[in-house]
Each structure stands twice: as structure tokens, then as C-alpha cells.
């Protein structure tokens, strides 16, 4: 399974307000697609107009989008990510955790490739367990 908290960084100023917008677009099903907007290289990305300008690009429902990011709709469910991040000890993006493996940083794709590796080889050599009680 993979999970993705949110975790925008202070020293970001946008950070918390773009990962409010993603949120947003994930509320319609498609946070995948509004976070890869984010991460590309725009001209302004940041400006509010090209957030919801992207939000209607993706066919997403205006209105809905629009409330969601202007009523900071998705910022309580972000602090929960960032409490949760701090708990683990996180201080920094990216994060990842493979079956309780930490990886602090950027990481290429053929070291997180050979965690899951590992890990899945380690599980499925595990014996199972019953879960009949």
C-alpha cells in the first residue's frame, strides 16, 4: 500500500496552501494528477489563478475545488499529516517508509525499487499466520 501525508515544509511559503489545493483536487479524485502539476517547473505556480485555473484543466467540479481551497477546507486534515510526521521524528521531505525502513531525502528509483524488493521477499518467506482465533 502507499501512503502519502502532507508535510509542507516552513521555510516554503506556499507549501501549505498548495498542499491544500492538492487535497482539494484529491476530494474529486484527482490528487495524483494535481500533484504532478505542482512539481512541474511553472512560471507561478503559486498564484491562486493558476491553481484554480489548473483545477478546471483537470475537469474538476469549480465550485467544489473553489470553496475548498478559498475555505482552507483540507487544512485541519493536513496539520493531523504533520502531527503524525513529527511523531515519527520527520523534519524534512521526502520521507519514506518501506515496512518501517526510514529513508531520509531524495532517493533514486532503483534503491526504493530494491527496499520493496527486499521487504516483499522477507514477508512472503515469512511462515502465515492463522488469523482464526
Not at 509542507?8 to 502539476?37: R, T
Not at 520527520?90 to 532517493?107: E, M, W
Request: charged content about 25%; glycine content about 10%; aromatic content about 10%.
Amino acid at each position: 500500500a502507499l501512503v502519502f501525508m502532507d508535510f509542507p515544509l516552513p521555510m516554503h511559503a506556499h507549501a501549505q496552501q498548495l498542499a491544500e489545493a492538492a487535497d482539494c483536487a484529491g476530494a474529486q479524485g484527482k490528487f495524483w494528477e494535481y500533484h504532478d502539476f505542482l512539481f512541474k517547473d511553472l512560471k507561478d505556480p503559486f498564484e491562486v489563478g493558476a491553481l484554480k485555473q489548473e483545477a478546471k484543466d483537470l475537469h474538476l467540479d469549480s465550485g467544489q475545488f473553489d470553496g475548498c481551497l478559498d475555505s482552507e477546507g483540507k487544512s485541519a486534515e493536513i496539520k493531523k499529516d504533520m502531527a503524525v510526521g513529527r511523531g515519527l521524528g520527520i523534519t524534512g521531505t521526502p520521507a519514506i517508509y518501506v515496512n518501517g525502513r526510514f529513508q531520509s531525502g531524495a532517493i533514486k528509483y532503483e534503491v526504493l525499487r530494491d527496499m520493496v524488493k527486499q521487504e516483499l521477499s522477507a514477508s512472503s518467506s515469512q511462515p502465515r499466520q492463522s488469523a482464526h482465533r
